[in-house]
Nanobody
Protein backbone atom coordinates (compact mmCIF):
# COMPACT_ATOMS: atom_id res chain seq x y z
CA UNK A 1 0.00 0.00 0.00
CA UNK A 2 1.00 3.57 -0.69
CA UNK A 3 -0.53 6.60 0.98
CA UNK A 4 -0.40 9.98 -0.75
CA UNK A 5 -1.22 13.42 0.63
CA UNK A 6 -1.27 16.53 -1.52
CA UNK A 7 -0.85 20.11 -0.37
CA UNK A 8 -0.30 23.53 -1.84
CA UNK A 9 -3.46 24.26 -3.76
CA UNK A 10 -5.29 27.54 -3.58
CA UNK A 11 -6.70 30.56 -5.35
CA UNK A 12 -4.29 32.53 -7.52
CA UNK A 13 -4.47 35.11 -10.28
CA UNK A 14 -3.56 34.48 -13.92
CA UNK A 15 0.20 34.65 -14.36
CA UNK A 16 0.93 33.63 -10.78
CA UNK A 17 2.93 30.61 -9.64
CA UNK A 18 2.03 27.79 -7.28
CA UNK A 19 3.83 24.70 -6.05
CA UNK A 20 2.00 21.51 -5.22
CA UNK A 21 3.53 18.91 -2.95
CA UNK A 22 2.81 15.22 -2.59
CA UNK A 23 3.98 13.31 0.47
CA UNK A 24 4.20 9.54 0.08
CA UNK A 25 4.36 6.80 2.69
CA UNK A 26 4.05 3.03 2.79
CA UNK A 27 5.68 0.86 0.13
CA UNK A 28 7.39 3.83 -1.50
CA UNK A 29 10.45 1.88 -2.61
CA UNK A 30 8.20 0.04 -5.08
CA UNK A 31 7.04 3.20 -6.85
CA UNK A 32 7.96 3.21 -10.55
CA UNK A 33 6.34 6.47 -11.61
CA UNK A 34 5.15 9.53 -9.76
CA UNK A 35 2.74 11.95 -11.31
CA UNK A 36 0.17 14.67 -11.20
CA UNK A 37 -3.24 14.48 -12.80
CA UNK A 38 -6.03 17.02 -12.83
CA UNK A 39 -9.76 17.03 -13.31
CA UNK A 40 -11.72 20.11 -14.22
CA UNK A 41 -15.51 20.29 -13.73
CA UNK A 42 -17.28 18.27 -16.39
CA UNK A 43 -14.05 16.88 -17.82
CA UNK A 44 -12.14 13.64 -17.53
CA UNK A 45 -9.10 13.31 -15.34
CA UNK A 46 -5.97 13.96 -17.39
CA UNK A 47 -2.26 13.51 -16.98
CA UNK A 48 -0.42 16.75 -16.22
CA UNK A 49 3.11 15.50 -15.57
CA UNK A 50 4.89 12.30 -14.67
CA UNK A 51 8.39 11.37 -13.58
CA UNK A 52 9.73 7.83 -13.60
CA UNK A 53 12.26 6.26 -11.29
CA UNK A 54 14.90 6.70 -14.00
CA UNK A 55 14.24 10.44 -14.06
CA UNK A 56 12.46 10.60 -17.41
CA UNK A 57 9.45 12.89 -17.57
CA UNK A 58 6.24 13.38 -19.53
CA UNK A 59 4.14 16.53 -19.72
CA UNK A 60 0.79 17.38 -21.18
CA UNK A 61 1.22 19.70 -24.16
CA UNK A 62 -0.88 22.34 -22.43
CA UNK A 63 1.60 22.69 -19.55
CA UNK A 64 4.96 22.21 -21.26
CA UNK A 65 7.37 25.06 -20.53
CA UNK A 66 5.17 26.22 -17.65
CA UNK A 67 5.04 23.30 -15.22
CA UNK A 68 7.91 21.25 -13.80
CA UNK A 69 7.69 17.98 -11.90
CA UNK A 70 10.47 17.00 -9.54
CA UNK A 71 11.20 14.49 -6.82
CA UNK A 72 12.07 15.40 -3.25
CA UNK A 73 14.72 12.67 -3.15
CA UNK A 74 15.64 9.26 -4.55
CA UNK A 75 13.67 7.49 -1.80
CA UNK A 76 10.33 8.52 -3.30
CA UNK A 77 9.11 10.21 -0.12
CA UNK A 78 7.56 13.02 -2.12
CA UNK A 79 7.39 15.00 -5.30
CA UNK A 80 6.39 18.43 -6.45
CA UNK A 81 4.67 20.24 -9.28
CA UNK A 82 5.94 23.76 -9.86
CA UNK A 83 3.32 25.66 -11.82
CA UNK A 84 4.27 28.97 -13.41
CA UNK A 85 2.33 31.36 -15.63
CA UNK A 86 -0.94 29.89 -14.47
CA UNK A 87 -3.98 30.31 -16.68
CA UNK A 88 -7.70 30.10 -15.90
CA UNK A 89 -7.83 26.84 -17.84
CA UNK A 90 -5.46 25.32 -15.29
CA UNK A 91 -8.29 25.46 -12.76
CA UNK A 92 -8.96 21.92 -11.57
CA UNK A 93 -8.58 19.48 -8.73
CA UNK A 94 -5.03 18.17 -8.87
CA UNK A 95 -4.33 14.60 -7.83
CA UNK A 96 -1.06 13.03 -6.85
CA UNK A 97 -0.48 9.59 -8.38
CA UNK A 98 1.94 6.74 -7.76
CA UNK A 99 2.24 3.73 -10.04
CA UNK A 100 3.64 0.44 -8.80
CA UNK A 101 4.80 -1.46 -11.87
CA UNK A 102 5.25 -4.79 -10.11
CA UNK A 103 1.65 -4.71 -8.92
CA UNK A 104 0.28 -2.89 -11.98
CA UNK A 105 -1.58 -0.62 -9.60
CA UNK A 106 -2.17 3.11 -9.21
CA UNK A 107 -2.53 4.96 -5.94
CA UNK A 108 -4.16 8.37 -5.61
CA UNK A 109 -4.20 11.22 -3.17
CA UNK A 110 -7.37 12.98 -2.09
CA UNK A 111 -6.84 15.92 -4.43
CA UNK A 112 -6.10 19.61 -3.95
CA UNK A 113 -8.05 22.42 -5.57
CA UNK A 114 -6.33 24.97 -7.76
CA UNK A 115 -8.35 27.97 -8.91
CA UNK A 116 -6.88 30.50 -11.30
CA UNK A 117 -9.08 33.56 -11.50
CA UNK A 118 -8.84 37.32 -11.56
Amino acid sequence: QVQLVESGGGLVQPGDSLRLSCAASGSISSIYAMGWYRQAPGKQRELVARIRSNGSTDYADSVKDRFTISRANARNTGWYLQMNSLKPEDTAVYYCNAFIAGWNRDYWGQGTQVIVSS
